[in-house]
């Protein structure tokens, strides 16, 4: 489902309002975030998500499904608790063997990330699909949402883009095995540190960036918080050979309904390449945390734009 569809199905739900809801489904965030009845200084972090499979392998599959749901709780400033498998699959499309490297990447990943699993729900089914329900903590005043970005910040990325790129590349054999790895890698990657170097330089404003794409998850800060934000195309950090691969046809079907979501509300430099154009629209799998700060640099994120006044929209500049 593209973001103007997802868009419209929202709006037929009627607004959920509770004085221990913190943060609704109404900012478009990353996930729910709920105070503790009879805890006014803890918060529940309830968020879910799962895909078709990204990769050939399994156990990097598992892997990465994994930290793509969990990345939803480090989104909001928090830590992971329990997670329930959500597995969709055809027993007799291949052998157990598959199903349960699938499983073991996901739990080792899950291990990683402090975080048990305590059950979950498979049905069968044609094509396969797997994710996680994640619940996780957070302080009520530690909590990362995408309506608190403030004029003058700097917004710093702690992932390279391009994972869209790779992963379509690879489905017809334009890739390297080398580029492969690497997308796994960054896939694969828990954004649990990110979050702890934005935790401790006082972030608010924070999304991870994923099937919209850079400026898709970008424009849902500058629509929640009331603000612009422009991003210097020059400074995004890539994986390795993404313009090659776009110059070779790799892009996304995702990528242009990504671009068409925004309309008037995304604004390109004409002077930015027409490659670079299809980054920052490009879907993400278990992309990196984007966050707003006044700090002058972030330990292992890279400084991508600003948040500047003006209606809230998206200008991408050279």
């Known amino acids: 489902m593209g973001p103007t569809q997802l868009a419209e199905v ?33 918060a529940l972090i309830q968020t879910m998500d799962f895909f078709t499979p990204v990769v050939d ?23 992971p608790l329990t997670v329930m498998n959500i597995c969709c699959f055809d027993p007799n499309a291949a052998p157990a063997e598959v199903w349960a490297n699938v499983l073991l990447g996901m739990a080792e990943k899950c ?31 530690r909590v990362f949402a995408n309506s608190n970005a403030v004029v003058g910040e700097k917004i710093f990325l702690s992932k390279p883009l391009g994972s869209g790129i790779a992963t379509t ?25 990110a979050m702890e170097v934005a935790q401790e330089a006082d972030v608010r404003c924070a999304t991870d960036i994923t099937g919209f794409g850079l ?14 934000i422009e991003i210097d195309a020059n400074r995004l950090p890539l994986l390795e050979g993404t313009q090659n691969l776009v110059e070779r046809g790799c892009i996304t079907g995702g990528s242009r309904k990504n671009r068409d979501a925004l309309g008037e509300h995304l604004i390109i430099d004409q002077s930015v390449p027409k490659w670079l154009v299809e980054v920052v629209v490009d879907p993400q799998t278990s992309g990196g945390l984007a966050v707003t700060t006044r700090a002058d640099a972030l330990d292992g994120f890279v400084e991508i734009g600003r948040v500047v006044p003006g209606e809230p929209g998206i200008v991408v500049l050279p």
């Open 57 to 79: 392998d399994p156990y990097s599959y598992g892997a990465i499904a994994a930290a793509n749901a969990l990345s939803d709780v480090y989104a909001m400033g928090g830590q």
């Open 10 to 42: 929202l709006r037929q739900l009627p607004p959920q309002t509770h004085p221990d809801l913190l943060v609704g489904f109404d900012t478009k965030d990353d996930a729910g975030v709920i105070r503790v009845p009879g805890q006014p200084h803890l």
């Open 111 to 141: 291990a990683e990330a402090g975080a048990m699993i305590v059950g979950g729900h498979s049905v069968e089914d044609d094509e396969p699909k797997f994710g996680l329900s994640v619940t996780g903590t957070v302080a009520v005043d």
């Open 215 to 228: 400026v898709g998850h970008l424009w849902n800060i500058a629509r929640a918080s009331g603000v612009r």
């Open 169 to 193: 590349a690879a489905k017809f054999d334009k890739a390297t095995s080398e580029q492969i790895q690497s997308a796994i890698d960054v896939m694969a990657k828990l954004n649990s540190k």
